[in-house]
């Protein structure tokens, strides 16, 4: 009997924090990873996640850029995406309301943009009741995950 393939999550931001607990999730109920952060930390999520039986590929990329989505687009190539949590944040260095607004928005949207034209690679598979698309972004968080 062939193994059936497991429903697949694509979780950006995975590395910490939020994200990370979304790919927790995700690989607790039975889904294979496609996680993405611009640090060095979703390698090691990764692995944390692989230790939950998911088989997880980790990308360290951001995708706040056009570069980013398509490295993710890449990874991700030809197979049928279950869900997509796109999850978006920005640490802070100072508090917030010592920050300049528009520097503090502007990552969260431009990911949200760039991979809202990934949108048409999940909607047909939402909208058959076959996974969720969920976009999430956090304009002030600091030491996410610590």
């Known amino acids: 009997m062939a193994d059936q393939a497991k429903p697949l999550a694509v ?5 910490t924090g939020i994200g990370y607990e979304l790919a927790k999730c995700c690989a607790e109920n039975g889904f294979d990873l496609v996680v993405a952060a611009d640090e060095p930390r979703s390698h090691s999520a990764a692995s944390e996640l692989k230790a939950l039986g998911a088989k997880v590929e980790a990308l360290e990329v951001g995708v706040a850029t056009a570069d980013g989505v398509e490295r993710l687009a890449a990874a991700v190539g030809p197979r049928p995406v279950d869900a997509l949590l796109a999850n978006a944040g920005r640490g802070l260095d100072k508090g917030f309301l010592d920050q300049d607004f ?5 990552p969260p949207l431009s ?3 760039r991979l809202g034209e990934a ?3 999940t909607d047909g598979r939402a909208r058959a009741g076959r996974g ?3 976009d999430l ?3 002030s968080r600091r030491g996410a995950g610590e």
């Open 11 to 15: 979780v950006t931001g995975a590395s």
């Open 102 to 106: 528009a520097e503090v928005q502007q």
């Open 111 to 113: 990911a949200r943009r």
């Open 119 to 121: 949108r048409p690679r």
């Open 132 to 134: 969720p698309r969920a």
């Open 137 to 139: 972004s956090s304009e």
